[in-house]
């Protein structure tokens, strides 16, 4: 199974990106899709959660100002972040996984967003 993150790129604080992670197997397989995110020097972070039902959850961080999405008939998820801030610099990867966080995929290569002030 191959997970494709993209959309990420450089924006100005305040700013919005749409990020997309497409998978090449249905995703309404698996409990939950997860976006995370690494800060340069930091550990892997859960950053939003979407259940196979619908259900979201943000980290308190994002919670507000991003909003997950999936369409399963494109097997794609969707993370709307809005009024970015610079710490929200990092590369962003998606992967499914337990409702409770824990993933079952290899690492994509995630996508690079970066806010300047």
């Known amino acids: 199974v191959q997970l494709q993150a993209s959309g990420g790129g450089l924006v100005q604080a305040g700013e919005s990106l749409v990020l997309s992670c497409v998978v090449s197997r249905s995703i309404g397989r698996f409990p939950a899709m997860h976006w995370y995110r690494q800060a340069p020097g930091k550990q892997r972070e859960l950053v939003a959660t979407?259940?196979?039902?619908?259900?979201?959850n943000y980290a308190d961080s994002v919670r507000g100002r991003f909003t997950l999405s999936r369409d399963d008939a494109k097997n794609t998820v969707y993370l709307q972040m809005n009024s970015l801030k610079r710490e929200d610099t990092a590369v962003y990867y998606c992967?499914?996984?337990?409702?409770?966080?824990?993933?079952?995929?290899?690492w994509g290569q995630g996508t690079l967003v970066t806010v300047s002030s």
């Open positions: 992967n499914a996984g337990t409702i409770g966080g824990r993933v079952f995929l290899p």
């Open positions: 979407i259940t196979s039902g619908g259900i979201t």
